[in-house]
């Protein structure tokens, strides 16, 4: 037998544009074959969500049918990567093909638990004399490849997506998202209908203790607890959502600050588990778009940018998961009262703009983002509760709900993160949703119970209604207790 190469999948599904398995399937000739493990350790981490990790098995799911189509498959695991691994090289020594197995490779992810992972998993692989490359694939601009002159991280985003801006006109940068055609070819000449792999699991292992569907099984046992309905999942809906976005960018610039009016791409799903990548988006856009140099392709490449920004802070600093980046503010005074979290949760709080984000989230596990900036400064600065709290609760109901992005975007929120918004500066609920959802559109959209209410009746106190409850706390008053609450702490 000839020698052939394996892919370890974990967040990059899709095959298009996957440069881990290009290069596998290249050296190897289309002698590659692909795994998943589940990692119970993951899927025991407080921040699980059964709704994310329904969509996440339906993209799975996805693959999978994929790769069986171009004559591979996937082969899936119910346990974490170095059982899985072992249980795998002892069906492969059973069936002589072990000494054929010459390289593994995996793509680079960022986050602490993944980081630790992965440096466990290359000396497991090394003790086994077996040869591993990682590649790039969920960022454009890895953290090592920019610091500032003395070699440090950006701890502010301005110079830091200034020099992302120069740095991805370089060649290296360039090349790298040209690569992506490949995966705009294989989408348009559809060539996702041919036999491109050369091998299969079935060719080297011949336990059929491995082929078990225990792929379906998850599917089905968690299907039963899902309460929101699961958008469509995989790469190719993913492609099919970047072609669409790509032909309505032009109102992105002026629309996508207001909720009602639909304008943001909503690729955060796909790019949460590499269904899509931030490189297949460039190119497209700049393919696509670019040439008319349009404001919005700018100011939506910012917002890509930040992700990029909160991967690296993430990485660098791989504390903020547990405590505020600012340090000063790491033991504030938080009210922290139980029932008014509660009611924030349920979208009961008597402000309509942040009860209608709360109810987006839980009905659909998505909520745009001026509104999460909303609710999450209602959390801390009107209601005094720790955005800890908060981003526990985001990751439990949200679909994209990312380590990196989440925890920049509370603490950004909580003014406790690295280049967040100063403390004093507090958002006016009333004032946002006067100015955000001016004709109530989106407001009643999710309080069907406010729809007979005149616009201008949405963003102030409602009192004379019965299906609505007035607001819990005055924002006034509760926004000189945060100021005082922050100022005890300032530096
Ligand atoms: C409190 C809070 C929590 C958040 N939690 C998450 C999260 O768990 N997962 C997540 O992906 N995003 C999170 N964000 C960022 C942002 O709200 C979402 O990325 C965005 O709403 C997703 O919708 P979209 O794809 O239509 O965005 P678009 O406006 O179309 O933007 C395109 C892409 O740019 C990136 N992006 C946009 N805005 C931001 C931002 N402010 N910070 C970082 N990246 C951004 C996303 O990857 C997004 O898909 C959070 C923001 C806040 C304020």
Redesign the pocket.
Known sequence: MKKFGLHWFRRDLRVAGNPALQRQFSLYEGRVVCLFCFDKEFLNRPDFSINRFQFFLETLDALKQELRQIGSDLLVLDTGPKEAFKQLFDGLKNSSTLECLDLISFCRDYEPFACQRDDQMTTFFEDHSLSVETFRDHLIIEPDELTKDDGEGYKVYTPFSRKWMELIENDQFQSRINSQVTSIEYYKKKKFNRKLFQLSWNDVLKNKYFLEDVLKQYIEDNSKFVDIPIPPAGSLHAWKSLEE?CSKIQA?GQK?DFPAQEA??????Y??NGSLT?AQ?YYYLKLKTYKKKQLSQDV?LS??I??E??YHLLWRHPRVEQEAFLTQYKDLKWANDKEKFQIWCEGKTGFPIVDAGMRQLNQTG????RV??I??SFLTKDLLIDWKW??QY??EK?L???????N???Q??ASTGCDAQPYFRIFNPWTQSKRFDPEGVYIKKYLPQLKEYPAKSLHKPILDCEAYPAPIVDHSAQRNKALAMYKINKK
């Open positions: 976005f992105y996508r943001t791409s909503k690729f955060s799903l790019l949460k931030t988006i939506f917002e890509i930040w992700r920004f909160y998505w909520m745009h983002n999460r900036m609710v999450a908060g981003e985001f990751m949200l994209d709900g990312d380590v990196a992005a989440n920049g975007g509370w950004w929120a």
